[in-house]
């Protein structure tokens, strides 16, 4: 690229670094601004005094992803990965357990004969045609709406179609995971094909490795506490950003941001306006460490009855088992929320009581085995899709109206998207915005 | 023997189209001869369809990745037995087969000629009075071919200074996928054949059926990390033309090779007992034979395990 300008990206997480490692490589003058004190962004973990890891939410990585980013000989080989569904006090395999269910086998059957040829035109609809009447409506749709936070009727059929692909490839993918004894990538890469070999690792050094490694040989063109507050746009082109209250003239931007932000980002332009009411799920995440290992019966559990006050609960040491100290365990419990309302408000040894209390019904002798919590809160956990801008989402998925303004990552893309799709996806936009501006 | 210290990786480009616009086709890990915990990654040109592997051992790290029981290094009789034997009789039809047309006071280049097998055959089979030279950049390698009376001239064809525009025939038999830069190589061949002198170069295929297969993690033409490029037809054309070669021809070559590396890879990855894996090595003549058949059938609707191009200067 013949410009002096440099590009400005904003934020390091995985998006962020991703872009940058890029650039640098291809000799792209650029400076990337990040308003935190360190890197990593949602990628970075932590680990308490005891040695109990968290992440932010769970994170699916492919030795694939691993391989790319060159951090494969520091991770670990996840063995198993599985989901269950509690329902009427029993457990289920997910999703093929539910089909035991004769009214949920029927109803599945039913909807197949029963198309009417329209495409559907909510979630609500999407999931009792693909999945039938009963297993729509008393497992997917409620889980839907609690993840969410919206009716499931005012949810676009995106969130349906965004979902993992045919049974035959589930199948074939869940029996490859058994034979190998690895946890092979099954609805957990959508930018790229899925096989029997690409499993599912962890990195020694938590998340924030693949970060690490992406930001090696970059410290001289990382800002870190250096929030950018404003995108300059003359005539429908980003001239310029400003950070720290100084203005500095770029020739392009890449944004991280989560879309809404990055539409009050900008100035001198109504192009962005259409994306400004996408709105993010906050979620709390509610951590109760254990003595004992696997007392839930999968890693991953969801609880589509409303008695329950998460919809999911996660035992990551069933898939890693080095996340807590030997013979201890951690089972994080998600609760969808809005900000302000009870449950973002809540006191933290409230929310934890308040899950230990309905742990118990699945796992007895959980108030013996307690031994403390930590709450883990975010206001913007996932996009959630609602009809109202379905238009102007399908739009921003193309572009932000900007030629030379990028939103990229899990947030700035506003996708249901894992993190080797941010990773592939970042490539891929690079690409086209470099190949464009040379 | 597995190290578990990480290998240093370096990104690359396309070596045909110089961009970076790629997709995953494969990943998977030194299934051979374990040089290092890492796993690797062969990415595929959306422009000109090479295989290439991404981000790859950084060329520092050529004496790990190349271990001292490296089978190139030492494919004897003595080891190799029947297996020999056969190999040496079907390359030797091969390679007279090349050099048919070739005039008494002939020049031959072997670049990449590891421990001098087909310069060997080529002295055993070939006119006495051929000049035969070949060209490695491992000492090892070359030290053994020197043993056997070959002339070989340590270092690779781009640094060297051999004489231009004096060769009739070079041929690069399985070494254009192991080299770092494939265009430098090709245009340091280019310069020292004489006019209308041929350069032949036979590498795994890419439109093969065992690639296909096999390409999601097991393929053998892999071989982990040590193939940096594989071509298929229209990958090695227009790597050849880059470089100011004529495309003479272009075809396949039978090799069971792929096949039962493939095979001995998923079995290896798959914890099988050794008794089973030993069925599919270099050694093993009855997997070796079965595949050869097999391959033979596939080569007659051009889709052998090995590309061979003929390229004129």
Known sequence: MKTEKPIAIIGAGLAGLTAANYLNRRNVPFVLYEAGKKIAGLASSFKDAEGFSYDFGAHFITNRLAAAIGVSADCRIVKHYGEKVWLGGKTYS???????????????????????????????????????????????????????????????????????????????????????????????????PESAGVYHVYPNGGVATLCEKLAEGLEDKIKLESPVSEILVENEKVVGIKALGETHEVSAVISTAPANILVKLVRGTDALDAFGGFRYRPMVFINLKFDGRALLSDTVMWFPEKRFPFFRLTEATISMPWLAPPGKTIITADIGCEKGDEIWEME??????????????????????????????????????????????????????????????????????????????????????????? | MQEHKPLKLTHVACCVCETDDAMPVGVGEDFEYRTSADTFLAMQCNSCGLVYLNPRPAVSEFERIYPENYHAFDFSEADFGFVHKVRSRLEAKRLLTLCQDLPDDARILDVGCGDGFHLNLLRKYGKKSWTLEGVDVDKRAAE????????????????????????????MFQTIEHVEKPEKVLSAVMKVLKPGGKLVVVTDNTDSLDFKFFK??????????????????????????????????????????????????????????????????????????????????????????????????
Not at chain 1, 118 to 127: G, H, I, L, T
Not at chain 2, 250 to 273: E, F, K, R
């Open chain 1, 94 to 192: 997910y999703p093929f357990g539910l089909v035991k269910i004769p009214r949920m086998a029927l109803g599945g059957i039913k909807s197949k004969f029963a198309s009417n040829g329209q495409a559907p035109r909510s979630a609500a609809e999407w999931f009792r045609k693909s999945y039938g009447r009963a297993l729509a409506d008393e497992v997917a749709l409620p889980l839907i709406e609690a993840w969410s936070g919206a009716r499931a009727e005012d949810l676009s059929a995106a969130v349906g179609e965004s979902l993992p692909g045919s049974i035959g490839k589930t199948l074939y993918l869940k029996a490859a995971s058994r034979a190998t004894g690895r946890a092979v990538a099954c609805g957990y890469s959508r930018e790229m």
């Open chain 1, 348 to 438: 933290e040894a409230e929310l934890a009581s308040m899950c230990l209390k309905s742990i118990t019904k699945i796992i007895p002798d959980a108030p013996a085995r307690y031994l403390g919590y930590n709450v883990l809160r975010t206001p913007i956990a996932y996009p959630v899709f609602l009809n109202k801008y379905e238009d102007a989402r399908r739009a921003f998925e193309n572009t932000t109206n900007i030629k030379n303004l990028l939103s990229i990552g899990r947030n700035g893309e506003f996708a249901h998207i894992f993190m080797e799709d941010v990773y592939w996806r970042t490539l891929n936009k690079l690409r086209e915005l470099v190949e464009i501006s040379t």
């Open chain 2, 216 to 313: 999601g993690s097991y393929w053998g033409g892999y071989h982990f990390p040590r193939h940096w490029n594989l071509f298929n037809s229209a990958s090695l054309s227009s790597l050849a033309k880059k470089c100011g070669f004529r495309v003479y021809d272009m075809t396949t070559q039978v090799s069971p090779v792929n096949w039962v590396y493939s095979i001995h890879n998923g079995l290896v990855d798959q914890g099988a007992p050794s008794f089973l894996i030993d069925q599919f090595t270099l050694k093993s003549t009855l997997s070796l034979s079965a595949f050869t058949s097999l391959d033979m059938f596939l080569n007659k609707f051009g889709r052998g395990a090995l590309l061979r191009a003929t390229l004129q200067k």
């Open chain 2, 144 to 171: 053994m071919a020197e043993r056997s009376g070959l002339t070989v001239h340590v270092g690779s064809i781009e640094a060297l200074d051999l004489a231009e525009s004096s060769y009739d025939l070079a041929i």
